[in-house]
Protein backbone atom coordinates (compact mmCIF):
# COMPACT_ATOMS: atom_id res chain seq x y z
CA UNK A 1 0.00 0.00 0.00
CA UNK A 2 1.39 2.96 -1.14
CA UNK A 3 1.30 6.14 0.57
CA UNK A 4 2.01 9.77 -0.69
CA UNK A 5 1.79 12.83 1.64
CA UNK A 6 1.69 16.68 0.79
CA UNK A 7 1.58 19.83 1.93
CA UNK A 8 4.53 20.66 3.93
CA UNK A 9 6.44 24.17 3.34
CA UNK A 10 7.74 26.50 5.51
CA UNK A 11 5.57 29.02 7.67
CA UNK A 12 5.87 31.44 10.11
CA UNK A 13 4.73 31.27 13.69
CA UNK A 14 1.10 31.26 14.56
CA UNK A 15 0.29 30.73 11.01
CA UNK A 16 -1.19 26.78 9.54
CA UNK A 17 -0.62 24.80 7.19
CA UNK A 18 -2.70 21.81 5.74
CA UNK A 19 -1.06 18.12 5.26
CA UNK A 20 -2.83 15.58 3.06
CA UNK A 21 -2.35 12.05 2.76
CA UNK A 22 -3.89 9.80 -0.19
CA UNK A 23 -3.99 6.43 0.30
CA UNK A 24 -5.50 3.00 -1.84
CA UNK A 25 -8.67 2.79 -2.97
CA UNK A 26 -8.49 -0.84 -2.64
CA UNK A 27 -7.72 -0.53 1.59
CA UNK A 28 -8.51 2.78 2.54
CA UNK A 29 -11.52 2.15 3.93
CA UNK A 30 -10.29 -0.83 5.95
CA UNK A 31 -7.92 0.95 7.67
CA UNK A 32 -6.92 3.15 10.25
CA UNK A 33 -4.76 6.45 9.73
CA UNK A 34 -2.53 8.60 12.02
CA UNK A 35 0.08 11.00 11.42
CA UNK A 36 3.85 11.42 13.41
CA UNK A 37 6.46 13.23 13.08
CA UNK A 38 9.92 13.03 13.74
CA UNK A 39 12.59 15.90 14.55
CA UNK A 40 16.00 15.93 14.20
CA UNK A 41 18.08 14.04 16.75
CA UNK A 42 14.33 13.16 17.94
CA UNK A 43 11.93 9.93 18.15
CA UNK A 44 9.24 9.25 16.21
CA UNK A 45 6.61 11.38 17.99
CA UNK A 46 2.68 10.51 17.63
CA UNK A 47 1.02 13.65 16.61
CA UNK A 48 -3.18 12.46 15.81
CA UNK A 49 -4.64 9.24 14.68
CA UNK A 50 -8.22 8.48 12.70
CA UNK A 51 -10.26 5.40 13.05
CA UNK A 52 -11.27 3.88 9.88
CA UNK A 53 -15.06 5.03 10.06
CA UNK A 54 -13.95 8.31 11.05
CA UNK A 55 -15.96 8.57 14.27
CA UNK A 56 -12.95 8.05 16.81
CA UNK A 57 -9.87 10.53 17.07
CA UNK A 58 -7.04 11.33 19.88
CA UNK A 59 -4.04 13.65 19.40
CA UNK A 60 -0.97 13.90 21.04
CA UNK A 61 -0.57 16.37 24.31
CA UNK A 62 1.45 18.86 22.37
CA UNK A 63 -0.78 19.40 19.31
CA UNK A 64 -4.26 19.08 20.83
CA UNK A 65 -7.06 21.71 20.66
CA UNK A 66 -4.28 22.99 17.46
CA UNK A 67 -4.01 20.23 15.62
CA UNK A 68 -7.30 18.32 13.61
CA UNK A 69 -7.03 14.93 11.63
CA UNK A 70 -10.10 14.27 8.95
CA UNK A 71 -10.73 11.61 6.60
CA UNK A 72 -12.54 11.30 3.36
CA UNK A 73 -13.04 7.71 2.48
CA UNK A 74 -14.62 8.63 -1.20
CA UNK A 75 -11.42 11.00 -1.75
CA UNK A 76 -9.50 7.99 -0.32
CA UNK A 77 -7.08 10.72 1.82
CA UNK A 78 -6.38 11.88 5.34
CA UNK A 79 -5.59 15.40 6.37
CA UNK A 80 -4.15 17.10 9.10
CA UNK A 81 -5.41 20.65 9.11
CA UNK A 82 -2.26 22.59 11.63
CA UNK A 83 -3.29 25.96 13.08
CA UNK A 84 -1.63 27.91 15.77
CA UNK A 85 1.81 26.67 14.47
CA UNK A 86 5.11 26.69 16.77
CA UNK A 87 8.43 26.46 16.00
CA UNK A 88 9.06 22.97 17.97
CA UNK A 89 6.31 21.90 15.61
CA UNK A 90 9.23 21.45 12.56
CA UNK A 91 9.69 18.08 12.12
CA UNK A 92 9.33 16.10 8.76
CA UNK A 93 5.89 14.43 8.99
CA UNK A 94 4.55 11.03 8.20
CA UNK A 95 1.32 9.47 7.60
CA UNK A 96 0.56 5.93 8.09
CA UNK A 97 -2.07 3.28 7.85
CA UNK A 98 -2.70 0.06 9.59
CA UNK A 99 -5.97 -2.66 8.80
CA UNK A 100 -8.38 -2.31 11.14
CA UNK A 101 -10.88 -5.02 12.35
CA UNK A 102 -12.90 -3.16 14.03
CA UNK A 103 -13.80 0.50 12.61
CA UNK A 104 -13.74 2.13 15.92
CA UNK A 105 -9.86 1.84 16.27
CA UNK A 106 -7.46 4.31 16.68
CA UNK A 107 -3.91 3.40 17.78
CA UNK A 108 -1.00 5.80 19.14
CA UNK A 109 1.88 2.82 18.57
CA UNK A 110 4.34 3.90 15.85
CA UNK A 111 4.93 0.13 15.61
CA UNK A 112 1.30 -1.08 14.90
CA UNK A 113 1.30 0.49 11.38
CA UNK A 114 2.05 -1.68 8.33
CA UNK A 115 2.10 0.91 5.73
CA UNK A 116 4.15 4.51 5.87
CA UNK A 117 4.67 7.39 3.78
CA UNK A 118 7.51 9.25 2.24
CA UNK A 119 6.85 12.20 5.23
CA UNK A 120 7.01 15.87 4.02
CA UNK A 121 9.17 18.41 6.02
CA UNK A 122 7.22 21.35 8.12
CA UNK A 123 9.03 24.04 9.23
CA UNK A 124 7.78 26.81 11.25
CA UNK A 125 9.86 29.90 11.48
CA UNK A 126 9.73 32.09 14.98
Known amino acids: VQLQASGGGLVQAGGSLRLSCAGS????????MAWFRQAPGKEREFVAA????????HYGDSVKGRFTISRENAKVTVALQMNSLKSEDTAVYYC????????????????????WGQGTQVTVSS
Open 96 to 115: ASLYARRPETVQVVPTEYQN
Open 25 to 32: RRTFNMNA
Open 50 to 57: ISRNGYNT
